[in-house]
């Protein structure tokens, strides 16, 4: 007699290779509603605005010009994705500094 042994939806996704990696979102600082720009500056061109209580994603960081906001004063800048900028004093991401790559 044979046996059969089954599988878990997550263990086919995982020998089927489509199992991606969770994205980490950051929280934009409450209260705001921010500006996400086309480079890392506010006389980048202006792309959309995030509505407020959002997360987002750093696809990398890079330096730019400086900018207070409710975490700080810094120069640092998150990619949250291609083109789009947003000042990481208004990202709370637990650090003052770099938290992933820099952009390339």
Known sequence: MEETVGTTDAETAVEAGT????????????????NVRSGPSTTSKLIKVLPYNTRVPIRCQRRGEKISGPYGTTDIWDSIAPGQYV?????KTGSDGFVTVVCG
Do not use: K, R
Not at 87 to 91: Q, T
């Open 87 to 91: 000042s990481d004093a208004y990202v």
């Open 19 to 34: 199992v991606e990696a969770e994205t980490v979102t950051y929280p934009i600082a409450p209260g705001y509603q921010v």
